[in-house]
């Protein structure tokens, strides 16, 4: 077996060489504040941001928000699917939307106040979350696990197989030609779209502690980021006192530079209940249930730092970054398959300080 260096630690062994420390591979970041400058009025479930558009679903309802000026964010189109949008990534002029037993839906959302459909594919149970790269989507689904689908054609998308996981799978996310996943209660997968079966993960482990939502730092693709909570707890239906927010959110950086092996670097507790995150550089901006947005600087994944805060006034439960404005959706966290009845999206004017 042909041993590789990892990218990441091949490249703190020149900088060390240089006379560099380990510890001194970034500076030390600026801190980050937020004023609020605008509201998408709600009830709303999701929210993605791509240039100087928001993206939000209520239902089955995709809807386009110009907020190239943040302060009065204008409603353009809007596209309704079959079933209850879960899970929707934004690229260019189209929109993939996982919409639970329907499957996968492409969308053009080129001419925001015409959204029109380009394709679609039924998946093998129900669709939660989808992500994209080149001519390959892959879908987090609770019935087949991970489905790998051809977009060659976004006409007619096909799927060219399914990847077993040992739960419910939750969420994925892809870099290039590597995608990631993670099931319920405690699975992270590593897969390669180059192999001639890509349905065979390179790696995987049982270890990570409940994780709902997979990211990779494009800074920085040797490292994936689990954002998790609690660890499961079989009880948990039968128990009948209320169950507030737990307030034991966590960052779990993974070394995923060998696929075969991804190794955990650190666990970072979150302020909150991290419920989603999304990077931007170096920078992990979470949704954190309770507390907020929480912005955490992963420029060194040995030892992340909260480096900018908001207090929403219920619980921030998604977010998305604009080109001009952070958005924050802010509602009550629910659990299991409800459509929420709350949720504004907040839109946040960035301060570095």
Known sequence: MTSRTPRRFAWMLLLAGLGVGANAVSLPAQTLSFSPIGTISGPLDLVRAHGSFAYVTRGSTLTVYDISNPAAPARRG???????????TVIGPLAYAAAGHSGMWIVDVSDPDNLTLRGSVKTPGQAKNVAVSGEHAVVADHMSGVDVIDISDLDAPATLGSVYTDGYARDVAMFEEQA?????????????MTRDDPLDPVGSLQSASAPRHVEVIAANPDVAVLVGGVPYDPLRVLRTEDRPDDPRGTLQLYDVS???????????????NAQRAEIIETLA???????????????????????GTYQTRHSARDVAVADTAVLVLDGTIRRGSHTHEDGD????RRTEN
């Open 345 to 348: 999206v907040i839109i946040l």
């Open 258 to 272: 060998d696929p075969a092996a991804p190794a955990l670097i650190t666990t970072f507790p979150t302020p909150g």
């Open 180 to 192: 990631y996943a993670v099931d319920h209660p405690a699975g992270f997968y590593v897969l390669d």
């Open 78 to 88: 809007s596209y309704e699917l079959p079933e209850k949008v879960w899970g929707f």
């Open 285 to 307: 901006y979470v949704a954190d249930g309770p507390t907020g947005l929480s912005v955490v600087d992963l420029s060194d994944p040995a030892s992340p730092e909260v480096v």
